[in-house]
């Protein structure tokens, strides 16, 4: 580490790993001419690290017992989705980073949230780094949150930021985007890893100080990390992706790490003329153009935070002219696809070497968990056999290498879901039918193998 005030260091541009002289290949995450010379600061004694500036002595222990409880003031962004995905609302002094794709709605999420805040009283600062005032205007006027009196100010050094967050005290402030700012304690260019994570830090010391909430929005890099990879994720008390397809409405926010809530919790939008506007019934969005009596399409019940979701999962198998067929999987981990793939062949006898297999989840949703795979495998079968799957038929359950289908969890969840969307039937795995309540117009059936399922489906 660093020992002398004003020295180098030389920082990996992708892991922050820190080294005293220039390397080839970075130690930390043996990335090849990632490391790039930067300015470091003074370092500052051990004992301050973690003590918000301004406060010089050492923190003294306190009993547990007499520590405040509950001391989070929340406060709700009036868009209740986010809410949700933020554990209940912005709390005092939190901060929050949103990671996207550009031109996924960053921007307007945060302005629609601050639209809403700054009319329910509290102070809002937008430093624009980005976009000129001119085009923020621009914004607010189409989301109609030009009078909410939000404070707009174009600037770019964290320290100006911090200077004017003194003078001001806002209740939050929101930086668009961080990857703009830059902080004097550093040589580098702007949005290198040293200068992101200096601005942050500098902008996270300020917002636990003076309890302004801060939302610093950051682009994601073609690795889907966001720059500076993960150097900002530890940093900061909540880490919140938007996603989507940029070619659909549809945008999930997602939140990966939540210091104050739940994590794994979404929030569905749509984005129109006016903004985004959140979406209540999820599943009917996700199945708007599910085309009718089409083979490849099957429609898995999924859960999304605490939330059921029905989304179509769409296969094509098509003959490739390829020495190595092509296996695409979007929205769906291609690991799991190759493997769910391999057992088709060896266990269905399902000839696909010479095939190409392209899937999908419609609607621009990421499925993770392996209760896709019942209708992954569906839909696959579906498309080989070119027969479609009945309309009314939802599945889940996780496949395992010899064919077998096991137990998911939260089947009640995910039959009620089916239910409430119209479907009359769930294919589910056998493992989960014991014990489940009776549903009044929902028929179930429980599969313990994927000759079964086939079968059950007429996929054979
Ligand atoms: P933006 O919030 O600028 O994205 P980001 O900050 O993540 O880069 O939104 C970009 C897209 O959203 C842009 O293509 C225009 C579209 N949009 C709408 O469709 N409706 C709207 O009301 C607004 C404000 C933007
Ligand atoms: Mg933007």
Redesign the pocket.
């Known amino acids: 580490m660093v020992d002398k005030a004003r020295r180098t260091a030389f920082v990996c541009q992708q892991c922050g790993q820190n080294a005293p002289r220039w390397l080839g290949q970075c130690p930390g995450c043996e990335a090849w001419g990632t490391l790039v010379e930067e300015a470091v600061q003074e370092v500052r004694p051990r004992t301050s690290r973690h003590v918000a500036p301004g406060a010089a002595a050492a923190a003294a222990p306190t009993p547990l017992a007499s520590v405040a409880s509950g001391a989070s003031i929340r406060r709700s962004t009036g868009i209740g989705e986010l809410d949700r995905v933020l554990g209940g609302g912005l709390v005092q002094g939190s901060v929050i980073l949103l990671g ?12 629609q949230a601050c639209s809403a805040l700054a009319r329910s009283g509290v102070g809002v600062l937008y430093v624009a780094g ?2 000129s005032p001119e085009q923020v205007r621009l ?1 607010a006027d ?2 109609g949150a030009t009078d909410a009196g939000i404070l707009v100010l174009p600037e770019t050094s964290a320290e100006a930021v911090v200077e004017q967050l003194a003078a001001l005290r806002p209740g939050l402030v929101v930086v ?2 961080i990857q703009t700012l830059h902080t004097q304690a550093l040589a580098s260019a702007p949005g290198s890893v040293g200068q992101v994570r200096e601005s942050a830090a500098l902008l996270t010391a300020h917002a636990k100080a003076s309890g302004t909430a801060c939302v610093l ?1 950051g ?1 994601v890099t073609k690795e889907g990390s966001i720059a500076g990879p993960r150097v900002l994720e530890h940093l900061v008390d909540t880490v919140l992706y ?1 996603e989507g397809d ?1 070619a659909h ?1 549809l945008r999930v926010l997602r939140a990966v790490k939540n210091r104050f809530g739940s994590t794994n919790e979404v929030g569905v939008f749509e ?6 506007a959140e979406v209540e019934n999820a599943s009917a969005a996700f199945l708007a153009e599910r085309p009718v009596g089409a083979p490849g399409s099957a429609v898995l019940a999924t859960i999304e935070g605490s939330r059921p979701v029905l989304v179509e999962i769409q296969a094509l198998v098509s003959r490739s002219g390829l020495a190595m067929p092509r296996r695409t999987a979007i929205g769906l981990d291609p690991g799991r696809v190759a493997l769910l793939i391999a057992v088709l062949e060896k266990r269905c006898r399902m000839q696909l070497y010479d095939q190409d297999v392209f899937l999908n989840v419609a609607g621009g949703l990421r499925v993770d968990e392996p209760a896709a795979d019942l209708a992954v495998v569906t839909a696959v079968a579906s498309s080989v056999r070119a027969r479609p799957v009945p309309q009314d038929v939802v599945l889940w359950g996780e496949v395992g290498l010899t064919g077998e289908v096991r137990s998911v969890a939260r089947a009640e969840t995910r039959i009620k879901e089916a239910a409430r969307q119209g479907f009359t039937r769930c294919v589910l795995p056998a493992g989960n039918v014991r014990g489940l309540p009776r549903l009044e117009g929902v028929q179930v059936r429980g599969v313990a193998a994927l000759d079964q399922l086939f079968e059950l489906l007429e996929l054979v």
């Open positions: 996207g794709d550009p031109g996924i709605g960053k921007s307007t999420l945060t302005l980005e976009e914004r189409r989301l668009d985007s929005i682009h938007f940029g409405a984005m129109g003329e006016g903004g985004l």
